[in-house]
């Protein structure tokens, strides 16, 4: 069994009051607009959808090293709205102004004249600290009136996360919900032929920077899943004997065991607050749903049956547990109180069977995968049973997450052979639907909270 120590390098995450070393303030006048303006607006339906078309380009600098990195925030913040599905990045070749000052209002009938109907300026300049000083500004190209403005100070090499950060500013102002671009994705990184795969955790930025390992390889390890309130991560790792369930600490590299327990442990989870670990512990042939609190080390039981109960996740609210059993003969989704009681089958659909369960952040939604007639179909469905909706299917289909503001999924496909799984990210309304850049192949993600 790998022991985790200093020599498997971690860089340590910073906090985004470390990134915003003098926090976030609004920039000069006119700042934040009244109202929210229509011609700007992103409208999310079900239905047809047209996305807005959006100009980012490159920010003003104060000298040619700030300029590669101005050029590379603008380039940051384009591939993040592109890739949401929800807006279209103008082509820069197509530009008739060329910003120079971001303090004067723009040429409105310049970017008029290529359809945009909403401009980001920003500018980057380095302080006598050593420090950059990051600023944007949000415009409604329709009215020429800002839509919104800030300004930021951090580290140089944190200039990837100022343009995540200010890629959800843009986001939550024109849509209307938060966004999630400042957040990071553990997965488990597969590499070697398919008999003998070697299995790493990774952790990466949202958009695939960013990578780094968090485990060596020398062990299995599988289902790593993200605390909804912390950087930290459970995960099952096989090592000698039975397998146990971790925790890891991203920001200090450290890890510790959840607790020894008898048999076979799988699918490990947090509650909402990060307080607890929801598991399935399995007992002879059947394996039952246990919670463990992480501060007394006490076990509860929640489900006793003869039945296997597995993969449990917690409502946001924490007053529910969806999980997966095939107490009615195939593996099917139930839902039941979080401290246990009579549990609700939700899914019906097409005689297929359902698993891994995962409840959205927004609460709105249970993420599954379904298995029937050769395809594995990833979909969602509302915690009574109804509206079930499959977004993509194929094989081999597995393992989805939600990003924190429950409007997109990752999940990963095995086509088999001497292939290996990839990450695909997927949109709750079915379209959108992208493959994740890594480093070889990948499997098990996991979305982080926003960093705070």
Excluded at 158 to 167: C, G, K, L
Excluded at 188 to 212: T, Y
Excluded at 216 to 236: A, C, H, K, N
Aim: proline share 8%; aromatic share 10%.
């Amino acid at each position: 069994m790998t022991i985790f120590s200093s020599r498997v390098p971690v860089k340590r995450l910073a906090t985004r009051r470390q990134v915003l070393a003098a926090g976030a303030a609004l920039l000069a006048t006119p700042m934040l607009a009244r109202r929210a303006l229509a011609q700007a607006r992103v409208q999310i339906t079900e239905g047809t959808f047209q996305p807005i078309p959006i100009a980012i380009p490159n920010f003003v600098a104060g000298s040619p090293s700030d300029g590669e990195v101005g050029n590379g925030v603008a380039q940051v913040i384009t591939n993040n709205l592109k890739r949401s599905g929800l807006f279209a990045p103008v082509d820069p070749a197509a530009f008739v102004e060329k910003v120079t000052n971001i303090d004067s209002a723009p040429q409105f009938a310049s970017w008029r004249a290529v359809n945009a109907q909403a401009l980001v300026t920003g500018r980057m300049t380095r302080q006598s600290d050593g420090r950059l000083k990051a600023e944007f500004r949000l415009w409604d190209v329709v009215s020429g009136q800002q839509l919104t403005g800030q300004q930021y100070f951090t580290s140089p090499e944190y200039w990837r996360r100022i343009a995540h950060i200010i890629s959800d500013q843009i986001y939550e102002r024109l849509t209307g919900e938060k966004g999630y671009f400042d957040s990071r994705i553990v997965f488990v990184d597969e590499s070697g032929p398919a008999q003998r795969r070697i299995k790493r955790l990774a952790l990466m930025d949202q958009d695939g920077a960013n990578v780094r390992y968090l485990t060596r390889g020398s062990d299995l390890v599988l289902t790593p899943r993200f605390s909804p309130t912390t950087q930290e991560i459970t995960y099952m790792e096989f090592g000698q004997g039975d397998p146990k369930v971790y925790l890891f600490n991203v920001e200090t590299g450290q890890r510790e065991i959840v607790g020894n327990f008898p048999g076979m442990s799988f699918s490990p989870r947090f509650s909402p607050d990060g307080q607890r670990i929801i598991m399935s512990l399995q007992q002879g042939g059947n394996s039952n749903l246990f919670v463990m609190d992480l501060r007394s080390k006490s076990t509860t039981r929640l489900t006793d049956s003869p039945a296997i109960d597995t993969s449990p996740s917690y409502s946001p609210d924490g007053s529910r547990i969806c999980f997966e059993s095939d107490r009615g003969g195939k593996p099917q989704i139930y839902v039941m109180p979080a401290n246990g009681g009579p549990a609700q089958r939700i899914s019906f659909g097409d005689g297929g069977s359902y698993s891994t369960p995962v409840w959205s952040p927004r609460g709105d939604y249970i993420a599954f995968t379904r298995q029937g007639g050769g395809q594995f179909a990833i979909g969602i469905i509302k915690p009574d049973g109804s509206g079930e909706r499959i977004l993509t299917s194929g094989f081999h289909n597995e393992g989805p997450t939600f990003a924190p503001n429950g409007r997109v999924l990752m999940f990963f496909r095995d086509p088999g052979g001497n292939s290996g799984p990839s990450l695909f990210t997927i949109d709750v309304s079915g379209r959108n639907e992208q493959r994740l850049p890594t480093p070889g192949f990948a499997s098990d993600p996991s979305w982080s909270p926003l960093l705070s």
